[in-house]
């Protein structure tokens, strides 16, 4: 048997995936969907690397991962592209996955976005995905997401990990809403799509009020079972099983060997949800969500939370200066918290000053980028 | 009433709603998502749902980290 050139450059090609291949939902087929595929990965952290680093090896065809943040030594214990190179070279997280990634599988076409996802760009970055998968570390960011997701009519796996727990779940928009329409090469009925985010959890927690990896520190493993599952699902979704995937909520600790699966199907239908049934994309057009501005000459940056979130919060600045207490000297008096971060420094090298208010306001002093600021505040206080 | 809360049993008082629950466990704050006898309960339920004796309860919270 004589084999043409090309037929033989494309048996090499799917050489490297023939253990996937022999899987029977998957196939030939299914192999060559994948790599026609493209993933947009949202954030470059734990969750974020594991994923991109999974579906590079497992030959999705073009990954795009946006990230605003450079690799930090405390970042090698759980994100998995990045080495000690790039933390010695202040490498930025997007640059860092993209040269790893094109040394794993030089197939996969990568593109690194060094930015800061948000209301401004969300639109832009979603243009040609056929899935978007969660890497992120705060929960405004996220609502952004599902906004996005929905209005174009693309899948999104949302997944969160803290601490030893992690919560993983897909969001297949119901077309209802859909104001754009998506390129996807996934497509579902309106009786094949599930809860938005918003369908279940109807608003963010205010700031301040949950725990972050930076703070509440995080488990590696915990981290990873949730990436494996939103790849799980991307998979199945990217190569035409969409009766395979998991429609309903993951929630695992896997420090008390707890796992529970909540059956989120009916969250939709009894919820007038602002997302997905009335259309109203509140954070993806800047009306929800905190405003983040530079205050000029000061070289400090300004966060304000947004009016959306429950009612008003007032932060307790003692429990927020003892919480941040490994990260620097905080100290607070009836009107504001105030302190330097140890293990944040300004561009001349000068610490990171934080102010906070009770209303969850804060002045981040030592930077004038926006995108500094709010990974800062993400990081320490929690959105 | 007895009920069973994430796998552990309580015993409370009658006329608990869902959001008395949440009080209970200091999660006001936070975005839950309650699941009675494998039924999600929406959130614009918690405040009146009463729970009953042997109600099997699920609750979580929203993840953020990553």
Known sequence: MRYTESAVRIVDELQRYHRQILLPDIGESGQRRLLQSHALIVGGGALGTMIADALARAGVGTLSIVDRDTVELTNLQRQVLYDEDDVAQMIPKAEAAKNKLARINSQVVVHGHVDDFSARNAERYVEGVDVILDGLDNFETRYLLNDVAVKHGLPYVYGGAVGTTGMSFLVLPHPQCRAETGRSLVRWSAAQSTPCLRCVFPEAPPPGASPTCDTAGVLGAAVAIIAAHQCAQAIKLLTGNLDKVDRSLLSIDVWLNQQRTLDISGARDSDDCPCCVRGDWAYLQGRAGGAVTTLCGRDAVQITPGPDGSQPKRLDLAAMAAKLSPHGSFTQNAYLMHGRFSNERSANGEPVELTLFPDGRAIIKGTDDLGTARSIYAKYIGA | ?66
């Open chain 2, 1 to 66: 009433m007895r009920i069973t809360v994430n796998g552990e049993s309580i015993g409370l008082e009658d006329r608990y709603t869902v959001l008395d629950l949440i009080e209970r466990y200091h999660l006001a704050d936070q975005p839950c998502a309650v699941e009675i006898n494998r039924q999600l309960v929406p959130k614009a339920h918690h405040r009146e749902h009463r729970l009953t004796e042997g109600d099997e309860v699920e609750i979580v919270t929203l993840v953020g980290g990553g």
